[in-house]
């Protein structure tokens, strides 16, 4: 009796769900040039979905980009009329019991909650997944692409159960499960898009995945001072180094306080997170003379002209697979901003050492190279501009340039 009452439970459930796909299939001719972006994440935090997105709609597709709206995302995306953002609610666990159970009880949620969502959008040819997280939005959109005929393309990122390792541990029931789960669906899908070389690499020997791997008075400021009538802006004498970070300097600060030819210094640390808080009560503490530290969380469209503004870059950046590459340096690189990032182990892709940038392996080796970088401080024939030009001279291209040399091709041919 009970076995019955399933039966029919799954079938009230799957029954619509393979009428409404056998009709979303019959109508794909119509949407052959309709994409779903999705994002089990913040979108305004995930910029490359969002460039995926626009660069799809540059090459003659329409859009809708599924995603938590925690942030603003990208002014350009939200104007645009071939995009639509769907706003997906952040699903919270249960208050009790066991945290295995609250944890599958989310999953299982979040799983039925993005399939309904999908499944009333419009037909779409590709479905296009951020991983991580891929917990349960891989096996979701493989399905919904079982259903539909839509084809599925995973943006890895990352591997979503290495993050978990982190916390409980490689060996970890849950982790190893997270693992099997990521490694199966993720042999499912039709394209897949990598970071990193190295991703592609390791995707293909170790999870047969092919992959493809894949911009009237003088105003002044602390930095600039800008000609009212000119409106030329220009450096002033003696201004204070920008530094874009996420760290506090005690040793910098002691050597600029020694006499050490070094600028004050404007940290600015950008960004949010549930230990923002504390450290900001520990750079508090430290009473710094010679550099002051700010935290402001910037819009989309406003952090670009931070990172053009500033002098220098660091990355704290450590990768729980050490597969993928840090966003962030890829973002000061378009803005021509050297960087130092700490080493892992295939850093190497972006960040060539003494050529566009500097890699250290601890906090000593850092300060070493903050000491060297910006003695002398704006000298034109330092390390610093030399870096910096290199950055420029370099042929570097824009996202959506080399989005359309490595993802259309896949997305027309398929």
Not at 115 to 142: D, H, T
Not at 213 to 227: G, L, M, Q, V, Y
Request: proline share 5%; aromatic share 10%.
């Amino acid at each position: 009796m009970v076995a019955s009452c399933v039966a029919f439970l799954l079938l009230s459930l799957f029954l619509p769900l393979l009428l409404l796909g056998w009709w979303k299939r019959w109508h794909r001719g119509l949407a052959a040039r309709h994409v779903v972006v999705v994002v089990l994440g913040d979108v305004g935090r995930s910029p490359r979905m969002q460039y995926h997105a626009l660069s799809l709609v540059k090459s003659g597709f329409s859009v809708t980009l599924l995603g938590f709206c925690n942030s603003k995302p990208h002014s350009e995306l939200l104007e645009s009329d071939k995009i639509q953002v769907v706003k997906l609610t952040e699903l919270q666990g249960l208050a009790v019991g066991p945290r295995v159970l609250r944890y599958g009880v989310k999953v299982v949620f979040q799983a039925v909650y993005l399939l309904w969502k999908l499944m009333w959008r419009e037909p779409a040819a590709y479905i296009f997944l951020q991983n991580p997280p891929g917990l349960p939005s891989i096996s979701v959109c493989w399905l919904v692409g079982c259903l539909c005929g839509s084809k599925l393309v995973i943006d890895w990122h990352n591997y979503g159960y290495s993050i978990m390792a982190l916390v409980h541990g490689a060996t970890h029931p849950i982790v190893l499960l997270a693992k099997w789960y990521e490694k199966f669906f993720g042999r499912l899908s039709h394209l897949n898009l990598c970071v990193t070389n190295a991703m592609r690499e390791d995707l293909a020997e170790n999870w047969c995945i092919s992959s493809e791997p894949s911009d009237p008075a003088t105003e002044r400021s602390a930095f600039t001072e800008k000609d009212a009538q000119t409106r030329l802006v220009t450096h002033l004498c003696g201004r204070p180094a920008l530094l874009v970070s996420s760290t506090s300097w005690t040793e910098f600060e002691q050597w600029a306080s020694d006499g050490d030819s070094l600028p004050s210094l404007v940290c600015v640390i950008t960004g949010k997170g549930p230990l923002k808080e504390h450290y900001i009560r520990l750079i508090s503490q430290k009473h710094f003379q010679r550099i002051q530290v700010c935290t402001p969380w910037l819009e989309a469209e406003d952090y670009p002209l931070l990172l053009g503004s500033a002098d220098l870059g660091v990355c704290l950046h450590k990768s729980s697979s050490g597969l993928d590459l840090p966003m962030k340096v890829v973002d000061m690189f378009g803005c021509c901003l050297p960087v130092c990032a700490v080493n892992f182990k295939c850093l190497h892709e972006l960040v060539k050492h003494g050529e566009n940038g500097l890699v250290f392996e601890d906090a000593e080796e850092l300060a070493s190279q903050l000491q060297m970088l910006l003695s002398k401080f704006p000298d034109p024939a330092g390390k610093l501009n030399q870096l910096r030009k290199n950055l420029r001279e370099s042929e570097q291209l824009r996202w959506h340039e080399s989005w359309q040399r490595t993802v259309l091709p896949l997305v027309m041919d398929s």
